[in-house]
């Protein structure tokens, strides 16, 4: 449910055919039988920026969902991974050298 993907930035670019994504989005919501989950990322993995390379950017709502409906709508987030130390921190990710494993398959 992020804008950008929903209303696509790739295919929305008239009135008509952002109003052709609302309807799809209409229609698929309406459709579920017993249960309809609305997913949203935090955020999410860009590559090829070109002034400060990859990285994360943060997701806005898609604009299909205005502010005075998510009162409608049950929220929740996923538990953060804990480790035996507690919360894992962000800088102590596990460092992998892809490089090293792959010549190693190779001997």
């Not at 935090?42 to 502010?67: C, E, M, W």
Request: proline residues 5%; contains cysteine.
């Amino acid at each position: 449910m992020v804008d950008g993907c929903i209303p696509s930035d790739l295919r929305a670019g008239t009135t008509a055919e952002l109003e052709e994504e609302r309807r799809l989005l209409y229609v698929a919501m309406t459709r579920a039988k017993d249960d309809l989950h609305l997913l949203m990322p935090q955020r999410f993995f860009t590559h090829g920026q070109n002034a400060k390379g990859d990285r994360h950017v943060y997701a806005s709502l898609t604009r299909f969902i205005p502010n005075n409906l998510l009162g409608r709508f049950e929220s929740c987030s996923w538990p953060i991974a804990n480790t035996r130390e507690g919360v894992a921190p962000l800088k102590q990710a596990l460092h992998v050298d892809a490089g090293a494993k792959l010549r190693q398959k190779w001997r």
